[in-house]
């Protein structure tokens, strides 16, 4: 089995999505760009670990535990948080398309749809559908709309508008770093194009060719809060006790 462990710096993290690549061998840059970025922040084959730390303007703060553990186009969440005492399992399926949720106080498994897939997890700042790692290539168009910096390092910036009126993220502006496509910046803007979130990958780890997202912050612009989380482990194995867990009938138990 091989392990590794990150420093503590998420991405997020959630996943940015499968992207599916023209059968071209040329396929346009904005498919190459976001095919590139989809292979840096899916979340890997496996178990992970991590910590998502909540902060208010005021300075209180929370701090949600998670595991993670992925399999194909499934997987399986389990968040805690201590000091709120909360708990919840969330599995996805279908490529993330399909959401259930366990609460495990009140004991209730509901499947999210709609405008219920866009409320935060535990009080933080990612939403349910921000861990799905649903595809953006099926559910967004994608435009290569110019060329900007961030923190000084040149970007490709891609705007992405959803396929379905339902979906409660009316855009996506995506910055992907020009020399390895590392998306640095996602901002969300509401049905009405306001501007509501903002994702940044503030630290990201190499192991051999691949480029590993390991902090990811997420602040919402309106109210200030920043949700700052972080990966402290992978495990490339799935314990063979934890393999039954991506059905519904396994959660809670």
Do not use: W
């Amino acid at each position: 089995m091989k392990v590794f462990t990150a420093a503590k710096t998420v991405s997020l993290i959630f996943c940015l999505t499968a992207v599916s690549v023209l059968a071209d061998d040329s396929p346009p840059p904005e498919i190459a760009i976001l095919a590139r970025a989809h292979a840096i922040m899916r979340l890997p084959e496996g178990m992970s670990r991590g910590r998502i730390k909540h902060l208010h303007p005021g300075g209180a703060s929370f701090t949600v535990d998670f595991k993670a553990m992925v399999s194909g186009d499934s997987s399986f969440f389990i968040f805690h948080s201590k000091e709120r005492d909360e708990q919840l399992e969330a599995l996805y399926t279908l490529g993330g398309e399909n959401i259930q949720i366990y609460m495990t106080h009140s004991r209730r498994l509901v499947r999210k749809t709609g405008a219920d897939k866009y409320e935060p997890v535990l009080y933080t700042n990612f939403s349910y559908i921000d861990f799905s790692g649903y595809r953006l290539a099926d559910n967004y168009t994608c435009e290569l709309s110019g060329e900007e910096d961030v923190n000084g390092r040149p970007c490709d910036k891609l705007e992405l508008k959803p396929v379905s009126a339902e979906s409660m993220y009316g855009r996506l502006t995506l910055y992907a770093a020009k020399e390895n496509s590392l998306p640095l910046r996602i901002e969300f803007r509401d049905k009405n194009f306001v501007f509501i979130k903002v994702l940044t990958i503030a630290r990201a780890a190499q192991k051999g060719d691949t480029i590993i997202p390991l902090r990811y912050e997420m602040r919402d612009v309106r109210s200030g809060d920043v949700s700052i989380l972080v990966f402290n482990s992978f495990n490339e194995k799935i314990p063979p006790s934890e393999r039954d867990i991506f059905s519904p009938d396994s959660m809670g138990k």
